[in-house]
């Protein structure tokens, strides 16, 4: 059975920081694109940044305008986990964050096979 489970979330200040973890269990996802999306209170859940195999050892990754510069995609592989690391948070990055992984995803969210929970980050002073 394949599970993504998040987990870093919390409440922290503005200009804080926050590193979000998604271990995968069930296969390998190596070779898929590894994503973050998120959803705040009454919007749509949008795409934040994603991770994707290009061959061999090498990714390359792709974020979402408003996180760029203070968001940070990285994957262990050997331990099944990607990361987004977020700097210089604002009140707006507040949101329900999930993973979620696909062989062949994009930005958009019918591209993933396999979603988490998903972890409530909140910025508030």
């Known amino acids: 059975q394949v599970q993504l489970v998040e987990s870093g979330g919390g409440l922290v200040q503005p200009g804080g920081s926050l590193r979000l973890s998604c271990a995968a269990s069930?296969?390998?996802?190596?070779?898929?694109?590894m994503a973050w999306f998120r959803q705040a209170p009454g919007e749509e859940r949008e795409f934040v940044a994603r991770?994707?195999?290009?061959?061999?050892?090498?990714?390359?990754?792709d974020y979402v305008d408003s996180v760029k510069g203070r968001f940070t995609i990285s994957r262990d592989n050997a331990k099944n986990t990607v990361y987004l690391q977020m700097n210089s948070l604002k009140p707006e990055d507040t949101a329900v964050y999930y993973c979620?992984?696909?062989?062949?995803?994009?930005?958009?969210?019918?591209?993933?096979?396999?979603w988490g929970q998903g972890t409530q980050v909140t910025v508030s002073s």
């Open positions: 979620a992984a696909g062989p062949r995803g994009v930005r958009g969210q019918l591209s993933y096979d396999y």
């Open positions: 069930g296969r390998t996802f190596s070779r898929d694109t």
């Open positions: 991770i994707v195999w290009t061959g061999g050892r090498t990714y390359y990754a």
